[in-house]
């Protein structure tokens, strides 16, 4: 993979993840919690979300190395206390960046239909439009896997009964070791794997 394939690559997922997190924010603060605007990250700035080892180390290892292009930002903060509605609404607010991802695939796709009908042969432009797609869609179905802190654990949180959603509350500090083990083990993607493909048919 040559220098261009992986500055393309790492360029889509900061733009993927930059809006992300700022969908995040954005509904943080329609649904009454200002944290994170006025900390700066209602922002498409990528400089304000990103992570350096979840934006930049981890992805380069993933793309040199051949394992699945996945990274994280910097999350949004939430101040429960200026949610009119704090279980339903933080479950919003994490819906919100898998939502984006979607939105953004969508985009992709339709941008992508066209330059395909344009140039029998597609170019370096409709490569990176197809990048930006599939990689939209692997971070939105991932970020939905129901384990905190990712977002689908958090919609979880949001939709179950209380005493159930203190359970998985519970999960929380351990969360990142599971997702790890999953992801190195494979399960995780046998998993996503499935459920990214179905999308991808339909959109593109």
């Known amino acids: 993979m040559d220098v261009l394939q992986i500055g393309l ?26 944290t994170a605007r006025l900390l700066g990250r209602l922002s498409f700035n990528p400089l304000v979300h990103i992570d350096p080892v ?5 992805p380069l290892v993933a793309i040199t190395t051949g394992l699945p292009l996945i ?6 903060p939430v101040d429960f206390r200026n949610l009119r509605a704090p279980q339903r609404d933080f479950a919003l607010i ?11 695939a969508l985009s992709g796709a339709i941008v992508f239909s066209f330059l395909r009908r344009a ?15 599939v990689l939209n869609v692997l971070l939105a179905v991932f970020n939905m896997f129901p384990i905190p802190p990712l977002d689908g654990g958090n919609v979880l949180m949001g939709v179950l009964p209380r005493s159930l959603a203190a ?13 790890y083990a999953l992801m ?9 794997r499935p459920v990214q493909s179905f999308i991808l048919d339909w959109l593109l």
């Open 94 to 104: 994490a819906a919100a960046g898998p939502a984006s991802n979607l939105l953004m």
């Open 9 to 34: 690559q790492l360029a889509v997922l900061i733009l993927s993840l930059t809006v992300h997190e700022a969908a995040h924010a954005w509904a943080a603060n329609r649904l009454g919690d200002p």
């Open 54 to 58: 979840g934006t930049v180390i981890f």
């Open 119 to 133: 140039d029998g042969e597609l170019g370096v432009a409709a490569y990176g439009i197809g990048m930006f797609v």
């Open 167 to 179: 359970v998985i509350d519970r999960i929380r500090p351990y969360g990142i070791f599971v997702l």
């Open 71 to 76: 990274g994280w930002a910097k999350p949004v």
């Open 184 to 192: 190195l083990s494979g399960v995780l993607f046998r998993v996503v």
